[in-house]
């Protein structure tokens, strides 16, 4: 079942489109987190749509939905700000939903949206925000925001670097994107977030030229081994 929904963050009104496989209840759902909205990112980014085809097939739903600003949802771009209540706003909309099961829901996102995504994951760490998310994949994720969200919410927190051992969390890259210097990458993650899975995906850049099918395999299997 596939059906185009709305729900509200903060005041805003938000579209989306969420997809269900057909005869299942209490079934595990990811929300996906689109590229960025001022360079043309919205929910039918076509690597946001093929991982949620791929996530059908293994019988886990999926929502896609255009943070505020972009297509028909209200608002405007809010520098990533905002764009993290509207994940936690989409999260609070699944969790209404009889048919999914509340204690397996994952979220990915790709590039602005893994940023974004991979934000919320250190505000639930350092503010106790209340939403029970079961795994994380950042997709893509730039250096320079992964170590500037890094750096501000470790100083704000001792306990961070204990906290986030129990999270389960992918990071997926391409060994020729131009906005990942690999060896930061791989010590910001190995120092803060270990243990986490990081997977490099060879001879394809920022846009998964040529390797979007085996981008979405690694991103299903890696939900279907966290949420079933």
Same mark, same amino acid.
Request: net charge negative; proline share 4%.
């Given at each position: 079942? =596939?059906?185009?929904?709305?729900? +509200? #963050? ?7 489109? @969420?997809?269900?496989?057909?005869? /299942?209840?209490? @079934? ?10 001022? %360079?043309?990112?919205?929910? %039918? ?7 949620? =085809? ?18 028909? #949802?209200? *608002?405007?771009?809010?520098? *990533? /700000?905002? !764009?993290? &209540? ?6 609070? %909309? ?20 893994? #940023? ?17 998310? !079961? ?11 992964? =170590? ?5 919410? &470790? ?13 389960? /969390?992918?990071?997926? %890259?391409?060994? +020729? ?31 998964? #030229?040529?390797?979007?099918? =085996? +981008? ?13």
């Amino acid at each position: 079942m =596939q059906k185009s929904i709305e729900f +509200l #963050s903060e005041n805003l009104t938000l579209e989306g489109v @969420i997809s269900i496989p057909e005869s /299942k209840d209490n @079934i595990p759902c990811v929300i996906l987190c689109h590229p960025h909205p001022l %360079y043309g990112g919205d929910m %039918y980014n076509n690597i946001v749509i093929d991982i949620a =085809q791929n996530l059908y097939q293994l019988g886990i739903g999926s929502l896609l939905f255009n943070f505020r600003g972009v297509g028909n #949802s209200e *608002g405007t771009f809010d520098n *990533g /700000k905002g !764009e993290v &209540t509207d994940i936690i706003s989409a999260y609070k %909309y699944i969790a209404t939903l009889p048919t999914i099961n509340q204690a397996k829901i994952g979220i990915a996102g790709y590039s602005f949206g893994a #940023s974004t995504t991979f934000n919320l994951f250190l505000q639930i760490q350092t503010n106790n925000i209340d939403i029970n998310i !079961e795994s994380f994949a950042f997709i893509a994720c730039p250096s320079n925001n992964l =170590q500037s969200l890094l750096l501000s919410n &470790t100083n704000s927190n001792i306990n961070f670097a204990d906290q986030i051992l129990s999270i389960k /969390k992918l990071f997926v %890259y391409g060994d +020729l994107d131009e906005l990942i210097e690999q060896d930061l990458y791989n010590t910001m993650l190995r120092d803060f977030c270990k243990p986490s899975e990081i997977i490099k995906i060879d001879h394809t850049d920022h846009f998964f #030229s040529n390797e979007i099918p =085996q +981008l979405s395999n690694k991103i299903g299997d890696f939900f279907n081994s966290t949420l079933k």
